[in-house]
Nanobody, 127 residues
């Protein structure tokens, strides 16, 4: 019912920027609880940014605060992640996640709270 497709990943130099997109389709996802995640080789998937609490609050992991910005365009059913001042440590496969319609994630969600996942888009940052 829900399909998420990420795009925008690329190989960039440290200090560069990328804009990731997550296009959603289907009728059962919630636009009020969305997430971006990343997984580097040998590491577990970690939350990068979330929109939650009815879509009114945004959370950023400490490692990306001040550098990444999450946004959404409900008319286009698309979620974005703007990545600025990229560091080699940001190298990972980036995924977007969603929850079933009706879930607003009043409390800040975690990786395990998301129901749907895209296939990921690779971000590689070289020094």
């Amino acid at each position: 019912q829900v399909r998420l497709v990420e795009s925008g990943g690329d190989s960039v130099q440290a200090g560069g920027s990328l804009r990731l997109s997550c296009a959603a389709s289907g009728y059962t996802y919630s636009s009020y609880c969305l997430g971006w995640f990343r997984q580097a080789p040998g590491k577990e998937r970690e939350g990068v940014a979330y929109i939650y609490r009815g879509g009114r609050w945004t959370y950023y992991a400490d490692a990306v605060k001040g550098r990444f910005t999450m946004s959404r365009d409900n008319a286009r059913n698309t979620v974005y992640l703007q990545l600025n001042s990229l560091k080699p440590e940001d190298t990972a496969m980036y995924y977007c996640g969603g929850v079933r319609q009706g879930s607003d994630c009043w409390n800040r969600p975690g990786v395990g709270d998301f129901d749907y996942w895209g296939q990921g888009t690779q971000v590689t940052v070289s020094s």
